[in-house]
């Protein structure tokens, strides 16, 4: 596979981030989806780890006997898998905000989330003065939507920092030498560290040229200027409403990809507070 050097947006980044400068409101949205799904019964877990990875992003890990009998369910481990954890609002009141299980780990009984924190949200709130300890509910699995064909030549994965753990864990569960094209729109891409990927996988940070996500296009706009890769593909899409369509209508009129090769879902949209894909 081909790909074009793309001397504008995109960049490939060799830092590692002092800060990260996120669209923090943004990653609230995104874990605010999807409110009116039926609660699942809920089960407990443990905070066992915590690791500051900037700033404004944080890593906790989960354990507890809930949680060892709930990754070795199946469905739990498909990859871009979410759950819905239950944290208390500043009124009082408990509620849900869905979040993509970074990893799990079958020997230990644990399973970790990634979060992004800052001043507003239950959620990023309980995050930021979570500690080894503290106890939380969560229900599901939820899926992901990913599913690799047998038949897929090429894989493409889209989105912005809301997509940023379900990308990680799908490419945890690729074949090493599958050709892959990884883009992830950011604000900054020189203060993001690059992933581990296989040596036929091309991972592209897209400097986004507006701050707020989904304004300006910039993913499709470096797609545009990317060769079409060669066979049969398919794409996961993620992020902002309006993008996340762009960039569906970009991949079926230009890439020529059949809906049935497409899975995208907007995570979030802009100016909509408790916004439902």
Known sequence: MVVTKLNLNMHTSTKKPPINHIPLAAMEAHNAMLQAAPVRPQSAAIVTAREQLSAARIRLSFSGDDVATFIHNEATQAPGTWVKLFVPAANGEIIGRAYTLRQFDLSKGSFEIEFFTHQNGPASSWAHSAQIGDS???????????????????????????????????????????????????EHPDQH????????????????????LGADQALVSSLDELEIPSGSGQAWVA????????????LQEKWKLDKTDLHTKGYWKQGESHFRS
Request: hydrophobic share 45%.
């Open 136 to 186: 939380i509910s969560f229900a599901g699995p939820r899926a992901g939507g990913f599913s690799l064909h047998p038949a897929s030549a090429w894989l493409a994965l889209i989105g912005d920092e809301t997509g940023w753990s379900a990308i990680q864990a799908i490419l945890t569960t690729l074949p090493t030498d599958l050709p892959a094209i990884i883009l992830i729109e950011v």
């Open 239 to 250: 992020g902002e409403s309006s993008s996340v369509m762009a960039i569906r209508k970009f």
């Open 193 to 212: 560290p690059p992933f581990l990927v296989g040596p036929n996988m091309q991972l592209h940070y897209i400097k986004r040229t507006h701050q707020q």
